[in-house]
């Protein structure tokens, strides 16, 4: 075995072992300073970090690296405070009962909340270190200063190691507030760019990845899956499959839950796709909409709410459009994996790239009925999704899995074929939209309503809410809730518009979903800028000049101003367009403003050319990090509405390869020029999810540039480009 593949036994093949973890109810009283995020819950220092004798430091957080970076900003707060490099911190990623319960990773809040918790639990750690100095030294504290492992006094005549702060002992102490955090202004490390030190180990196909691990005596799985959603199993043949394949070591049925287990990957996928001929499935119900999806949706009966109800209702239309999105997928270019040993002392340990470690934790306690004190869940980074893909799901089978092969770690690796086709979607989505401009171009009144299913079935405590809790001989049903949320973020216009009447309208669609990145921002930015470009042409003012005309934030108008300033001149060239789109995200988060050049050729193929974005995120804390953030997003966010569309038939889902669901590929995809706006004495504001609703409207609002056809049902394909 090499070195890397050793290290990384260490870091993720090994159990951590577990420090206080005493935590407040969630319903304690807050101080008057109020302390970040979960840092509320759990007030204690060795909580969030453990200050070594060799003089580094372990961050403890409860978030789990997706490919945003978070590790590397989370060193970052820490190193700042307690006046470290950045080599002598580490973080241990999402670990139950190691790490702080912070819940998901999702909605752009890593930074906002758990870096925060972070920086003043580290700022805390700080003054308590000077504390037992001082009374070493028989100092006052503020007679010292930490560096680099040590304290020394301000002159550097005398110094004291960690080892000998601390003695043996590990630091601990409550956070109260108020908390002295460091003088931004005396920065050295927070706030500037700091290079990933994981990209060039994944750029080598070093071991990094949950896919990567690999433990002593792991044995290889897969699952056989039925035809359609509620299919349901009633004959298998093992004999027949036994006896083509030698190495097949067990087949596991539990009610429609059927797996193979051999101790050869290779075997694994023999015994699936040999087992998947000698099985009798019945055929299900037949999913509808498959063929005009869009109509089908306006036809199911919903569960309506109002989000907003402000001044007159709407009398006097002046333009009306309704706006549609499909079902995408998370398409994930790594399909989910996880590692599950059941021991021989009938406890539980699950490797997992799960977004939140905690929550599986919880929802495996009901599937299995096991105690929660004999699970123990750690989170490893996964292939890059934002969302809520397979991750938890194969967790959960590969934990049945093995609870059926006691002793052996079970690795489960999904196909393609089961990613693209097994996966929860984002919801498809249809959005109403009528307005009401004056004489002077303003917009009076506004209408909006939207139709959508649930953005978020993650697990959440609920056994039913993973895909194999359906399947086993005493299932578990999802209610059909989520979380309607989802659907409402970013229905509300950021725009001073007086009147306002926003509904939305809850349908359960043929499909399984669940969150993806932005939720259902991304559609309802897509269908607001979209039309807020209609208006700006009906009112014939430019999109720039109507949308700031509308804008009463500084730093909204600071965002769309600078972006003006980025674009080349209009260009003259037949068939090239620029279109522009703002949001701000949640209505609370990051600021973002993007342009899209993009050239429609005669045969009406669609060409991204460019894409710019400038982005206000409040202080950054890793601008490289917002910037490949946001740089992502865009390109995601574009393949989002030039190509992606899930596509199924009666029985399921059809777009099972790259073939059937196409992405942007690397020649297909727009250069990308990111501009941060720093507001270092803000707050930090998230800004993983906050480009991909304008850059959605964006493209489209430049096609509609480029050629003169407005495509209001997404992806815009060529073919609606003709005619």
Not at 215 to 234: E, K, T
Not at 273 to 297: D, F, I, R
Not at 373 to 392: L, M, T, W
Not at 480 to 496: D, F, K, L
């Amino acid at each position: 075995m090499d070195r890397s593949r050793r290290n990384f036994l260490k870091t993720t093949g090994c159990l951590t072992i577990g420090f206080s973890l005493t935590r407040l109810p969630f319903a304690a009283a807050l101080p008057l300073q109020e302390l970040p995020g979960s840092l509320r819950r759990y007030p204690n220092i060795d909580a969030w970090l453990e200050v070594l004798a060799n003089g580094s430091v372990r961050v403890l957080t409860g978030r789990i690296e997706l490919g945003q970076g978070i590790r590397t900003a989370m060193a970052q707060v820490a190193a700042e405070e307690l006046e470290l490099p950045m080599e002598k911190v580490t973080v241990t990623l999402a670990e139950t009962a190691v790490t702080p319960n912070e819940g998901y990773t999702a909605g752009s809040t890593s930074v906002e909340n758990g870096a925060m918790a972070v920086r003043y639990a580290a700022a805390a750690a700080r003054q308590r270190l000077l504390e037992l100095a001082g009374q070493q030294l028989q100092l006052q504290p503020e007679q010292l200063r930490l560096d680099n492992g040590k304290a020394t006094t301000k002159s550097g005549g005398r110094a004291l190691t960690f080892s000998q702060l601390l003695n043996g002992q590990k630091l601990t102490g409550e956070i109260k507030p108020p908390v002295k955090l460091k003088p931004k202004q005396d920065y050295r490390i927070s706030g500037t760019p700091v290079h990933r030190s994981d990209v060039a180990q994944m750029v080598k196909g070093a071991p990094v990845y949950v896919h990567d691990l690999r433990l002593p005596g792991m044995v290889h799985a897969r699952i056989v899956r039925p035809p359609a959603y509620d299919a349901v199993l009633q004959h298998y043949d093992e004999a027949a499959v036994k006896a083509k394949i030698p190495g097949l070591l067990k087949v596991v049925a539990n009610g429609s839950f059927l797996g193979v287990i051999a101790a050869r990957e290779y075997d694994a996928v023999l015994a699936q796709q040999l087992m998947a001929q000698h099985t009798q499935w019945s055929k299900g119900t037949p999913l509808a909409g498959g063929n005009a999806l869009a109509a089908h949706l306006a036809t199911l009966p919903v569960k309506s709410q109002k989000v907003r109800e402000k001044g007159a209702a709407l009398t006097t239309t002046t333009v009306r459009a309704r706006y549609f999105k499909p079902y995408i997928m998370h398409a994930a270019t790594g399909p989910s994996c996880a590692v599950a040993l059941y021991d021989n002392e009938q406890k539980l340990q699950v490797w997992t790239h799960s977004q939140g470690v905690y929550p599986l934790r919880e929802a495996l306690q009901e599937l299995l009925q096991l105690p929660a004190e004999r699970i123990h869940v750690k989170g490893v980074p996964g292939s890059g999704c934002y969302g809520h893909n397979g991750a938890d799901d194969v967790a959960a089978e590969a934990a049945l899995l093995a609870m059926a092969l006691r002793g052996k770690p079970v690795r489960l690796q999904w196909s393609r074929q089961d990613e693209h086709g097994w996966e929860p979607y984002g919801s498809a989505m249809l959005m109403d939209i009528a307005a009401t401009l004056d004489d002077k171009g303003k917009i009076t009144h506004w209408d909006y309503a939207l139709r959508s299913d649930t953005h978020s079935s993650r697990p959440g405590g609920k056994a039913a809410n993973l895909l194999p809790a359906r399947y086993i001989a005493k299932p578990f049903y999802p209610d059909g809730g989520g979380y309607a949320g989802g659907a409402i973020r970013n229905s509300e216009p950021y725009y001073n518009i007086p009147n306002q009447h926003i509904l939305a309208h809850a349908f359960k669609g043929p499909l399984r979903t669940s969150a993806l990145r932005s939720l259902g921002a991304f559609a309802n930015i897509f269908a607001i800028e979209s039309f807020m470009d209609e208006l700006a042409e009906k009112a014939q003012q430019d999109p720039f000049t109507f949308r700031l005309a509308h804008l009463d934030d500084e730093r909204a108008i600071a965002v769309v101003q600078k972006l003006k300033t980025l674009l080349p001149p209009a260009p003259s060239t037949p068939g090239i367009g620029v279109g522009i789109a703002f949001a701000r995200y949640k209505n609370s988060g990051a600021y973002c403003a993007v342009a899209a050049m993009v050239q429609v050729q005669p045969d009406y193929t669609i060409q991204a050319q460019k894409m710019w974005a400038v982005v206000d995120a409040g202080e950054v804390i890793n601008p490289d990090g917002v910037k490949n953030q946001t740089e992502g997003g865009m390109v995601q966010a574009c393949s989002w509405a030039l190509r992606e569309q899930v596509a199924f038939d009666a029985q399921h889902v059809t777009s099972t390869d790259w073939i059937s669901y196409p992405i942007l590929n690397f020649k297909q995809s727009p250069a990308v020029e990111v501009v941060l706006i720093p507001r270092p004495d803000e707050a930090p504001l998230g800004a993983g999810e906050a480009v991909q609703g304008p850059a959605g409207a964006a493209v489209a609002n430049a096609v509609y540039r480029a050629c003169g056809k407005r495509v209001r049902d997404l992806p815009i394909l060529p073919a609606k480009l003709k005619g």
